[in-house]
């Protein structure tokens, strides 16, 4: 009994290349201490919204053209009497001109004077005339102004505006062309005001140090 041993075949350790899972394709890296995640998916491309992209050029191009096709409507400021007279009102600086034209020979009448007496330089009577030359209409209207306010300067830019405006009355077609030539554009510059403590708007007097 004691010569019988209990002879028990040794254990060989097994290879363990087998038991554990290789990374594949499909199955991401195991972490530590973790379950293994799957594969971030890459987000397929929205073909739609990519071409929509793209298109945002040409809408933006549509939308201008709608909007220069859509004009602001046109602004007659002054009206058309029962005899046929187109009546304008001018402004410039402190100046004020009543207008009227009406089909004539092409004369001019400011303040019961003619233009050339009235205005001495040629500046203030080529301003006078401008929108009848930009029409075309110096011979076949007669102009009647009733003007007061201001100087030489802001007369002839009111009577200017104010002839404007009375064209624009008798024939709308025009409106393009005074507009083009900005006859019908009101000149809102006016002298700036003294200010205390100056001799004028801006300018002061001389610097005493003592």
């Given at each position: 009994?004691?010569?019988?041993?209990?002879?028990?075949?040794e254990m060989?350790?097994q290879p363990?290349?087998?038991?554990?899972?290789?990374?594949?394709?499909?199955?991401?890296?195991?972490?530590?201490?973790?379950?293994?995640?799957?594969?971030?998916?890459?987000?397929?491309?929205?073909?739609?919204?990519?071409?929509?992209?793209?298109?945002?050029g040409g809408?933006?191009?549509?939308?201008?053209?709608?909007?220069?096709?859509?004009?602001?409507?046109?602004?007659?400021?002054?009206?058309?009497?029962?005899?046929?007279?187109?009546?304008?009102?001018?402004?410039?600086?402190?100046?004020?001109?009543?207008?009227?034209?009406?089909?004539?020979?092409?004369?001019?009448?400011?303040?019961?004077?003619?233009?050339?007496?009235?205005?001495?330089?040629?500046?203030?009577?080529?301003?006078?005339?401008?929108?009848?030359?930009?029409?075309?209409?110096?011979?076949?209207?007669?102009?009647?102004?009733?003007?007061?306010?201001?100087?030489?300067?802001?007369?002839?830019?009111?009577?200017?505006?104010?002839?404007?405006?009375?064209?624009?009355?008798?024939?709308?077609?025009?409106?393009?062309?005074?507009?083009?030539?900005?006859?019908?554009?009101?000149?809102?510059?006016?002298?700036?005001?003294?200010?205390?403590?100056?001799?004028?708007?801006?300018?002061?007097?001389?610097?005493?140090?003592?």
């Amino acid at each position: 009994m004691a010569d019988e041993v209990n002879e028990t075949p040794e254990m060989t350790p097994q290879p363990t290349e087998g038991l554990v899972p290789q990374p594949t394709e499909e199955m991401a890296p195991q972490p530590s201490g973790g379950l293994p995640t799957p594969p971030a998916e890459e987000p397929a491309a929205d073909t739609e919204s990519l071409a929509a992209g793209l298109n945002l050029g040409g809408e933006a191009e549509e939308a201008g053209e709608e909007s220069e096709a859509i004009a602001a409507p046109v602004v007659i400021r002054g009206h058309l009497d029962k005899f046929g007279v187109a009546w304008g009102t001018g402004r410039r600086k402190s100046s004020v001109a009543r207008v009227r034209v009406r089909e004539g020979n092409g004369n001019v009448t400011i303040n019961g004077r003619p233009l050339d007496e009235y205005f001495h330089v040629e500046r203030d009577r080529h301003t006078v005339g401008a929108p009848l030359e930009a029409t075309s209409m110096t011979d076949s209207v007669d102009v009647i102004v009733n003007v007061k306010g201001g100087g030489t300067t802001g007369q002839a830019g009111a009577i200017m505006l104010g002839v404007a405006r009375a064209l624009q009355v008798m024939n709308p077609e025009l409106h393009e062309t005074l507009s083009a030539g900005h006859y019908l554009t009101r000149d809102s510059r006016m002298v700036e005001r003294k200010k205390y403590g100056l001799k004028k708007a801006r300018k002061s007097f001389q610097f005493s140090k003592r």
